[in-house]
T-cell receptor, first 114, second 114 residues
Framework: KAGVTQTPRYLIKTRGQQVTLSCSPISGHRSVSWYQQTPGQGLQFLFEYFSETQRNKGNFPGRFSGRQFSNSRSEMNVSTLELGDSALYLC?????????????FGQGTRLTVV | AQSVTQLGSHVSVSEGALVLLRCNYSSSVPPYLFWYVQYPNQGLQLLLKYTTGATLVKGINGFEAEFKKSETSFHLTKPSAHMSDAAEYFCAVSSDTGRRALTFGSGTRLQVQP
């Protein structure tokens, strides 16, 4: 079956702009989580959605937001981009909302803010 | 709160040698523990996980890890390294609440010398 699909793979934006990233989970998976990966901070949890509801949120400013649609596809939005938002954004999907079930990661979206 | 410490940001081994990547965790509740591998420009792939039960966990590609509660460790091993094992490895622990929020270590880059 198809894996987790993230689009676009690469993105270049200018400071102050906003950006929307998309994640299509594995068919049947209802949980989608987002992570930011940077060389300095490593992998950090952004938020998790399950059945269109945000279940958990990491320690990021309000400029970072997300949503999940009825088909489980998820989007995350970053407004008023800063240079420090340059990162690899990873999406993970899983069947359930609990961490004893496997999370499958997409290949990520590489965001560069200039 | 929970945390993960990976000892050694870079590990270099010869092909055929033992691979040992160290991970220590801190968690206020019984943890779920994971090892992920990341190849360049790729997402994360689950190698193995510990939830409950047997403390020696076998994963893909010949990797295994042992959960040692008394040492709060979950070290990853492979008896014989292969060139294709060169990648970055991340240890992760689940959230205190049990919801999907992985806390990752800073990663260990494994280099395999011919």
């Amino acid at each position: 079956k198809a894996g987790v699909t993230q689009t676009p793979r690469y993105l270049i934006k200018t400071r102050g702009q906003q950006v929307t990233l998309s994640c299509s989970p594995i068919s049947g998976h209802r949980s989608v989580s987002w992570y930011q990966q940077t060389p300095g901070q490593g992998l950090q949890f952004l938020f998790e959605y399950f059945s269109e509801t945000q279940r958990n949120k990491g320690n990021f400013p309000g400029r970072f937001s997300g949503r999940q649609f009825s088909n489980s596809r998820s989007e995350m939005n970053v407004s008023t981009l800063e240079l420090g938002d340059s990162a690899l954004y990873l999406c993970a999907s899983s069947l359930g909302s609990y961490t004893n079930t496997e999370a499958f990661f997409g290949q990520g979206t590489r965001l560069t803010v200039v | 709160a929970q945390s993960v410490t990976q000892l050694g940001s870079h590990v270099s081994v010869s092909e055929g040698a033992l691979v040992l990547l160290r991970c220590n965790y801190s968690s206020s509740v019984p943890p779920y523990l994971f090892w992920y591998v990341q190849y360049p420009n790729q997402g994360l792939q689950l190698l193995l996980k510990y939830t409950t039960g047997a403390t020696l966990v076998k994963g893909i590609n010949g990797f295994e890890a042992e959960f040692k509660k008394s040492e709060t460790s979950f070290h990853l091993t492979k008896p014989s390294a292969h060139m294709s094992d060169a990648a970055e490895y991340f240890c992760a622990v689940s959230s205190d609440t049990g919801r999907r929020a992985l806390t990752f270590g800073s990663g260990t880059r494994l280099q395999v010398q011919p």
